[in-house]
């Protein structure tokens, strides 16, 4: 199983960056896919899932999916200096009906290597 992510970068306050992840080597529509972060000396932080957002990005941020392309996406809107940090997909397979139960970083069974955002005051 390999998580592909990509997109990230140097961007100034109040932009945007789209981020990618895609995967490979797993059935897709099998498992849950979501976004962490870790930013500069802080704990690894979950970001998004399915519908559901951290407090400090909902209404900025979005993820979403293409389901054909085994790839998922986390649209970064009116970025801040404090996203600065590395940006993980992560997958798990669907074994909850609850979001909730994948907020939760140990409940991932794949991680993507990770990709930088950098957010310029």
């Known amino acids: 199983v390999q998580l592909q992510a990509s997109g990230g970068g140097l961007v100034q306050a109040g932009g945007s960056l789209r981020l990618s992840c895609a995967a490979s080597g797993l059935t897709f529509s099998r498992y849950r896919m979501g976004w962490f972060r870790r930013g500069p000396g802080n704990e690894r932080e979950f970001v998004a899932v399915g519908t559901k957002y951290a407090p400090s990005v909902r209404g900025r941020f979005t993820i979403s999916s293409d389901n054909a392309e085994n790839t998922v996406y986390l649209q970064m809107n009116s970025l801040r200096p404090e996203d600065t940090a590395v940006y993980y997909c992560?997958?798990?397979?669907?074994?909850?009906?609850?979001?909730?139960?994948?907020?939760?970083?140990?409940?991932?069974?794949?991680w993507g290597q990770g990709t930088l955002v950098t957010v310029s005051s």
């Open positions: 992560a997958a798990a397979l669907r074994t909850a009906n609850s979001f909730a139960y994948y907020y939760n970083a140990e409940t991932y069974d794949y």
